[in-house]
């Protein structure tokens, strides 16, 4: 056969890549894209009798380079740091480096060819260099990213030579397997300290939490100031620095952990001013001061009491105020919500378009909502047939950063969810308030929504709404009153307040069926 295929490459460490043909004793690497033969290359006998030449010139080179490559300085790493680590790299005749392999304890392999694409073989479940560093024979160890720098960092500590070096390792991975955690857990966990040497990004930051969370008494990391990593360090020639900055590595802190002064006054000088708007509805003010951003806010009633209506009176109070705010209203039309608000506008009764041309009232209502888009401080959106909480919850940090909305309305909250049984609903709802009140306190955002209840007084489907909320408010109205105003009248009732502590009576409001609007009484 005159073409051998799949075979082992010659000049890279490719198994199954090199493609030789037997009669014109030539080849080609489908994965490096070199030549065989390949003008100044040397080749070794073993080579060399797996793929015969005729051109004698290609003489052979030295075992050692064959062997897997040679111990050679790279990146600023001397050639006594590679052989403690055992790494050799593959170079060409021009010297460049071709690839270079990191063995670690288990067997398994990683093969960088330059400059910058890795093989992996084996399976990679414990640290590269942690059989270079008998366990708990130093107070100390370093743990990087890369092995490049673990290689960096041991020698910028002094290496073998220096009575502050320490066992310096590195992860396989970003983001290792749960199997290598426990694998490497017992011989960490010899060492009295754990230092950090990881990128200030993403993974790096993830790898700290998950490190302090199994060390949380032994956890320190260094801080790389402008550089990315050890080896950044290395080659700009700043090992000075990066020892400094190792002996000051400080103990970690989680992001969600505050404890330093610089933390404590940061909360002081940074966290915005408790802010709240008044509703216009004396009593409620007087207890609750008004709505409140970076709090979840429910309402909460029984069918028919008007709670869409409530909403509507206090989305024509942020109008009045200057608030910038979003609403969505699940259970009516785009366009009712905005006749809604033009009612107010009008004094009159403007929620449908054939009472609006029997009045004549067209221009008017064209003109109020006109006058309603120029304030810029009002934001309409629906969910679509298939957006559930995730989308809700996207949708709302969207309205609170981009927008610069204060507040997000959504009612009722029952109908975010939709799925087939009671059960599921009352999780997916637990999950949503959880979520919705962690939103409102980190985005500074009021969410206010309301909710549906059962028989018996509780949200409907779902408990956690109202366990969550920071504020609720129970709407009571006497639907089958014989008296006019009794009948059209919704008493609010504050059972819960964790911003004033203020709870009970909070006002009433009385409906004009003529207008469509409500009024504080």
Avoid at 259 to 264: K, N, P, Q
Avoid at 449 to 477: E, F, P
Wanted: with cysteine; proline share 5%.
């Amino acid at each position: 056969m005159a073409e051998l295929t799949g075979q082992p490459c010659p000049t890279c460490p490719s198994s199954d890549a090199f493609s030789y043909n037997t009669e014109k004793m030539v080849g080609v690497c489908f994965s490096c894209g070199s030549s065989y033969p390949k003008g100044g290359q040397r080749y070794s006998e073993e080579t060399l009798a797996l793929y015969p030449l005729a051109d004698l010139d290609f003489t052979p080179t030295t075992t050692t380079q064959e062997a897997g490559g040679i111990y050679t300085s790279l990146r600023g790493i001397a050639s006594g740091t590679m052989e403690h680590y055992g790494v050799k790299t593959l170079v060409a005749p021009d010297g460049s480096p071709l690839s270079q392999t990191y063995t670690y304890p288990s067997g398994a392999t990683k093969t960088r060819l330059f400059p910058k694409d890795f093989r992996a073989t084996g399976k990679m479940d414990s640290l590269f260099g942690q059989n270079r560093f008998t366990a708990g024979t130093s107070k100390m160890v370093t743990i990087t990213e890369g092995e490049l720098d673990a290689m960096s960092a041991w020698q910028m500590l002094g290496g073998a030579s220096s009575r502050y070096a320490t066992p310096v390792v590195s992860l396989p991975s970003a983001v290792p397997s749960k199997d290598f955690w426990q694998n490497v857990i017992p011989w960490l966990d010899s060492f009295q300290k754990i230092i950090l040497s990881v990128d200030a990004d993403g993974p790096g930051d993830e790898v700290a939490q998950k490190v302090n969370a199994l060390f949380p008494h032994k956890t320190y990391r260094v801080d790389h100031s402008i550089y990315k990593d050890a080896n950044d360090f290395l080659v700009a020639g700043k090992a000075a620095e990066y020892k400094a900055a190792w002996f000051g590595a400080a103990r970690f802190m989680p992001d969600n952990l505050l404890h330093s002064e610089a933390d404590l006054l940061s909360l002081f000088d940074e966290t915005p001013e408790h802010s709240f708007v008044p509703t216009g509805i004396p009593e409620f003010d007087s207890k609750a001061m008004g709505l409140h951003r970076g709090h979840f806010t429910v309402f909460k009633a029984a069918t028919g009491v008007g709670k869409t209506e409530v909403f509507r009176f206090l989305e024509w109070n942020f109008i009045n105020r200057g608030v910038t705010f979003a609403t969505c209203h699940l259970e009516e039309i785009p366009l009712r919500s905005v006749l809604g608000l033009v009612s107010y506008d009008l004094n009159d009764n403007m929620t449908r378009k054939d009472a609006i041309e029997a009045k004549g009232k067209t221009e008017e209502v064209r003109a109020s909502i006109k006058r309603l888009a120029e304030t810029e401080h009002f934001y309409q959106f629906k969910l679509r047939e298939n957006d559930g909480a995730d989308e809700l919850v996207q949708q709302i940090k969207m309205m609170a950063t981009v927008y610069g909305c204060q507040f997000v309305m959504i009612e009722p909250i029952q109908d975010t969810i939709t799925v087939a049984s009671d059960t599921n609903k009352e999780s997916e709802l637990a999950q949503l308030a959880i979520r919705l009140s962690k939103v409102a306190a980190e985005y500074n955002v009021g969410i206010l929504t309301i909710a549906h209840t059962n028989s018996d007084g509780d949200a409907k489907y779902c408990k956690m709404i109202v366990q969550r909320a920071s504020v609720v408010i129970d709407l009571q109205r006497n639907k089958d009153a014989e008296d006019f105003e009794d009948r059209n009248t919704t008493k609010l009732v504050i059972q819960k307040n964790r911003p004033t502590s203020e709870e009970g009576f909070a006002g009433e409001m009385l409906f004009n069926p003529e207008t469509f609007t409500l009024t504080p009484l």
